[in-house]
C-alpha cells in the first residue's frame, strides 16, 4: 500500500498528482517519488517541430496575443500551478494550428479550444483584489484592450479571479521575497529551433513583465517590445544570431543586473585576446588608467593617461554607438564601464590604434595578450595581503570594503575612535556583508534606511511595499566625520550599503554616479542552456525616493581628471581628506 502525503510545492519534492488538499495549501496531493505529470511529458524533447510561414503584421500581432496568453495560464491557471502541464511543450501543441488561422474568430476558437482543455477551474476562496495601495499592480489591460472575442475575455478574467494561489510549480518566493523561478528547463540545444527560439522569448517577457520590479523604468514601454523582437528571434539563423538577439532584448529592461552568463559564440565574436592596459570614461575621453602587467609599458610606449581616439581605424565613439545595445545596463555610467574591458579586444592578436599624449598624437600597432598572460582584473584591483583599514595620517582612518571582513569591525571602532574622520572607499563590491554591523557606529539611534518592494506570489504582478531592516544602535556613536567614496563601480551589495552609511548623522558621500542597480538577483535559465538574470526586489529610501537607474547621488560631484591620472593621483581620495579638514 502506498502512503499519500501532501506536500508544499516549496519542498519541490517530486511527486505525482492524486486530488486536492485543504485551502490555503497547494491543492495538490502527491505519490512520493512519482515525478509531477509536466515531468513526464517528453514530446518535444528532440525539437518543437514548429514551422512558422512568412511574418506579417497580421501574424506578428496575433503572436504577441498568444505570448500574452501563454505567460497569463502559465502564472494564473491552477491546472498549470500545479505543475500538470509542461507549458513549454503545449505552446507546441498550440502554435500550428494557431499559425493557420485566417482571421480573429479562428485564432480566438484555437485559444479557447487550448484553455477549455486544461480543466474547469475551482472557485478560488483565498483570491483578493489588488490592494489600492499596491505600488505596482498586475497590468491585465491587454485583455480588455485586445481584439479578441467578449466570450474569450470573460474566461480570462474568471481564471484571474479564481487564480492559483500557493507553492505555484513554475515559482516560489524565499524568506526574503526574492522570486525563485523553477522548472524553467535550459533545453540545451546548441542551436534551439525557431519554436524554442520563440520560447525564450515569451519565457523572457512574462518574466519581465510579472516579476521585474522596475518595468515601469524601462526606456521602452514593455507592451512594445514583443512586436520588435518576434521576428528576430524567429529569423536567427544562427547560435551567434540569436545570442545576439537575446543580448539585445536583456538590455531593453536597463538593469545592470540583467545579462546571461553562458554565451559562447558572442565571446568567440568579440576574441580571446586583450590589450596590456585598460582603459576608462574620464572626462569624456578614453583614457589608459593602468598596464595590466607594468614591464609591458615600455615596449608598448603608450602612458597611462593617454587618450584612445580611434581602433582600426574607426572612431572609438562610433565603436561604441554601434556595440551599447549589446551592453546591458542601468545607465550609462555602468554601460561604459562594462564595455571599457571589450574595446580593446579582439580575435587578433593585434590592433591598431590612435592615441593622444599630453605632447602628440600618434599611431601604434600594439599586440594583445590572452588573460592568463596579463594580471588581469575587471573592475579594480584587490591587494589579498593587504588589510581593509589604515592611517592615512595620525588622523584620518581609511577603510575599503574591497577586502573587509565582519570580524575586522570590533578592530577597526577601536583604531578609529578618536580619529577626525574615516573614509569609507566603496568603489568596489564589499567582500562582506556589514551595511548593519558597521553602519551601526555612525548613527546615534536605531535607523531605518531603506524599504522595498516585493512581488506578491498570489497576484503575479502586484508589488507593494514593506519596511526594511533597521541600523541598530549598540550605545557607541562615532563623533567624527564620515566620507563614503562611490563611483560607476559601486553597484548592488556596494549601493546598499551606501545607502546605509548614508544614515548616519555625519556622513557625506563624494563621487560620482554608481551604477543604479540594486536589489537581490533572481536567476533563471532560456533554452540554448542561457542562464539570464534580473533584480528580483525593489529598494528604495525610507521615503520612496528610488534608487534604480539612479544609483547614489553625491552630497559632493568628484571625479578623475585626465591631469591627475598622468600625475598618478588618487582626486576622489584627496577630496575627501579635504572635506575631513575643513574646518580644523
Known sequence: MIKKISFSLFFLVPILLLSSCREGEPNVEYVL????????????DNGSDVVFPNLNDQLIFDLELLCKIW??????????????????????????????????????????????????VPTCKTCTETPSDAYIKPNLLWVENSNMENTLKIILKEIYQNRHQWGHYYFQSNSIGQIIFSHESPHNFYHPDAGFRLLALFRYWNIIHYFFPYKYLTD?????????YIPLFVSANNKLEYELATFQLIGEINDSHATFSIRPEIEKLRGPYFAPFRIWFVEGKWVVTDYYNPKLKESIGIEVGDIITHIN?????????????????????????????????????SLNVTFLSSEQSGQKTIPLYRKTELNFYSWYKVNPNEKCYRFLNDRIGYITLASITSENV?????????????????RNYPNDFVPYVLGSYFVSKPTSFFKVTRSNTT?????????????????ET?????????????????????????????????????????GDISFF????????????????????????????????????????????????????????????
Open 71 to 120: 505567460g497569463f495560464l502559465k502564472y494564473h491557471h491552477p491546472e498549470v500551478g500545479e505543475g500538470k502541464f509542461n507549458w513549454d511543450y503545449d505552446l507546441f501543441r498550440v502554435l500550428p494550428k494557431y499559425l493557420l488561422v485566417n482571421n480573429a474568430g479562428e485564432r480566438d476558437k484555437v485559444i479557447l479550444d487550448w484553455i477549455n482543455k486544461l480543466g474547469k
Open 410 to 426: 570590533s578592530e577597526i571602532k577601536n583604531t578609529f575612535k578618536n580619529t577626525k574622520g574615516i573614509i569609507i572607499d566603496i
Open 33 to 44: 517519488g512519482e515525478g509531477y505529470p509536466a515531468e513526464k511529458d517528453k514530446e518535444f
Open 525 to 584: 535559465t532560456l533554452p540554448g542552456g542561457l542562464q539570464s538574470s534580473i533584480s528580483g526586489i525593489g529598494i528604495y529610501y525610507p521615503d520612496g525616493t528610488g534608487t534604480q537607474r539612479v544609483g547614489i547621488i553625491p552630497d559632493v560631484w568628484v571625479e578623475p581628471t585626465i591631469q591627475g591620472i598622468r600625475e598618478g593621483r588618487d582626486e576622489l581620495l584627496e577630496r575627501a581628506i579635504e572635506l575631513i579638514n575643513e574646518g580644523k
Open 313 to 349: 581605424g574607426e572612431s572609438i565613439e562610433s565603436i561604441i554607438e554601434s556595440r551599447k545595445n549589446l551592453y546591458p545596463a542601468s545607465n550609462e555610467a555602468s554601460q561604459l564601464r562594462d564595455m571599457s574591458f571589450d574595446l580593446l579586444r579582439s580575435t587578433n592578436n
Open 459 to 475: 497576484n503575479p504582478g502586484e508589488f507593494t511595499f514593506t519596511d526594511g531592516g533597521i541600523i541598530p544602535f549598540t550605545g
Open 478 to 518: 562615532y563623533n567624527g566625520k564620515l566620507i563614503v567614496i562611490v563611483n560607476e563601480i559601486t553597484q548592488s551589495q556596494a549601493e546598499f550599503t551606501a545607502m546605509a552609511f548614508r544614515s548616519g548623522i555625519n556622513t557625506t558621500i563624494i563621487g560620482s554616479t554608481t551604477a543604479g542597480t540594486d
Open 220 to 228: 521602452k514601454n514593455w507592451d512594445n517590445i514583443l512586436h520588435e
